[in-house]
């Protein structure tokens, strides 16, 4: 019996360093995500601040065929 609450206790261990592993991992990928996105949205600002209609038209375009793009792979 004693043995076996041993192994009971390291397979959890084992299973709580795996699960902490991943979750640093997926940290480490939303960190970098957020970098990717500040970008964007600095892009976006710097767009929208100016009055150009034509630059406005292109951002507006080329985002509904990257939706649509995206919306038909995964479809």
């Known amino acids: 019996m004693k043995l076996y609450i041993q192994q009971l206790s390291g397979d959890i261990h084992e299973e709580v360093d795996t699960h902490n592993r991943m979750l640093?991992?997926?940290?480490?990928?939303m960190d970098s995500s957020r970098g990717v996105l500040s970008g964007t949205m600095d892009k976006f600002k710097m767009v929208f601040e100016t009055k150009s209609s034509q630059r406005m038209f292109t951002l507006v375009a080329s985002f509904v065929v990257l939706f649509l793009v995206v919306y038909y792979l995964t479809r």
């Open 24 to 29: 640093d991992r997926m940290g480490n990928d």
